[in-house]
Nanobody, 121 residues
């Protein structure tokens, strides 16, 4: 069965850190770029970060640049999103997907199940 399984997330205080994981099963991530997306209530889904499958190059939205780090472990078929210095405005449901960009319809590519990240004191 082809799927992306996410883990991590939860509740953290402002300034804290979390790491999200996105593990692929049924296919190899070697052949896909991987994007992390997030959607806050009442807002459009936003592309947060992306990592290339060809040369490992990365992209970050301005809102997270310098705080988030995307990485991939091809041996374990997993992509990570390390989130540091979290802010309340980072609160959202986070998704990994085999597509990058913003406002990408979920009919494109494979998507994880989503995980809630809440930044609050």
């Amino acid at each position: 069965q082809v799927q992306l399984v996410q883990s991590g997330g939860g509740l953290v205080q402002p300034g804290g850190s979390l790491r999200l994981s996105c593990a692929a099963s049924g296919f190899s991530l070697d052949y896909y770029p991987i994007g992390w997306h997030r959607q806050a209530p009442g807002k459009e889904r936003e592309g947060v970060s992306c990592i290339s499958n060809s040369d490992g190059s990365t992209y970050y939205a301005d809102s997270v640049k310098g705080r988030f780090t995307i990485s991939r472990d091809n041996a374990n078929n997993t992509v990570y999103l390390q989130m540091n210095s979290l802010k309340p405005e980072d609160t959202a449901v986070y998704y990994c997907a085999t597509v990058c960009g913003s406002a990408v319809p979920r009919s494109r590519g494979y998507w994880g199940q989503g995980t809630q990240v809440t930044v609050s004191s």
